[in-house]
């Protein structure tokens, strides 16, 4: 079966830089993209980007631009998202999803969720 | 970057049926999708593209789509299905693969 499992929660000085890791099981890595979507306290849904596990290929959110990072890693089926220059609006729980070839904006399996907290 | 504008919150008496809009420019180009969100868990998609439901999801979920509006139809709604919903799609400006989500809509079923 299809399982996203991400790392454990963070907590991060402002200033500082976090990178969450998302591994993938149960289907072909290189067969579909990851999303990574954040949802801060009591808010609503907040696109950050994408990435193409195949090539490696990413689009970013304006937003983010420049302080976001997607990368990855096929032997282990990772994905991970590294953001830098936090600040405490950063705080959040970051998901990552997985997201159809045919549709990149469906996303049919997400993770579990990393709290990252940015804090003094 | 395109928007998507949904109403903050929607009530509707057990039973009865509820429409959830979304709506925005990028909807008249891309099908929206729908997640439905409990609190403390990670989205679940319910509806994609014109009117489909992955595997689990009740068939009380439809969507459609009419110019620049999406919307996510519950029939008969149950007490489970209270929960805050989302819709996206992909975002019209800018590089294709970029997506957008609305602001969510929180349901309460009465």
């Known amino acids: 079966q299809v399982q996203l499992v991400q790392s454990g929660a963070e907590v991060k000085k402002p200033g500082a830089s976090v990178k969450v890791s998302c591994k993938a099981s149960?289907?072909?890595?290189?067969?579909?993209?990851m999303h990574w979507v954040r949802q801060a306290p009591g808010q609503g849904l907040e696109w950050m980007g994408i990435?193409?596990?195949?090539?490696?290929?990413?689009s970013y959110a304006q937003k983010f631009q420049g302080r976001v990072t997607m990368t990855r890693d096929t032997s282990t089926s990772t994905v991970y998202m590294e953001l830098s220059s936090l600040r405490s609006e950063d705080t959040a729980v970051y998901y990552c999803?997985?997201?159809?070839?045919?549709?990149?904006?469906?996303?049919?399996?997400w993770g579990q969720g990393t709290l990252v907290t940015v804090s003094s | 970057s395109s928007e998507l504008t949904q109403d903050p919150a929607v009530s509707v008496a057990l039973g009865q049926t509820v429409r959830i809009t979304c709506q925005g420019d990028?909807?008249?180009?891309?099908?929206a999708s729908w997640y439905q969100q409990k609190p403390g868990q990670a989205p679940v998609l319910v509806i994609y593209?014109?009117?489909n439901r992955p595997s689990g999801i009740p068939d009380r979920f439809s969507g459609s789509s009419s110019g620049n509006t999406a919307s996510l139809t519950i029939t008969g709604a149950q007490a489970e299905d209270e929960a805050d919903y989302y819709c996206?799609?992909?975002?019209?400006?800018?590089?294709?693969?970029?997506?957008?989500f609305g602001g969510g809509t929180k349901l309460t079923v009465l």
């Open positions: 996206n799609s992909r975002d019209s400006s800018g590089n294709h693969l970029n997506v957008v």
């Open positions: 999803a997985r997201g159809s070839i045919a549709a990149a904006q469906v996303t049919d399996y």
């Open positions: 990028s909807l008249r180009s891309y099908y």
């Open positions: 149960g289907y072909t890595f290189t067969s579909y993209y």
């Open positions: 990435i193409n596990p195949s090539g490696g290929s990413t």
């Open positions: 593209g014109k009117n």
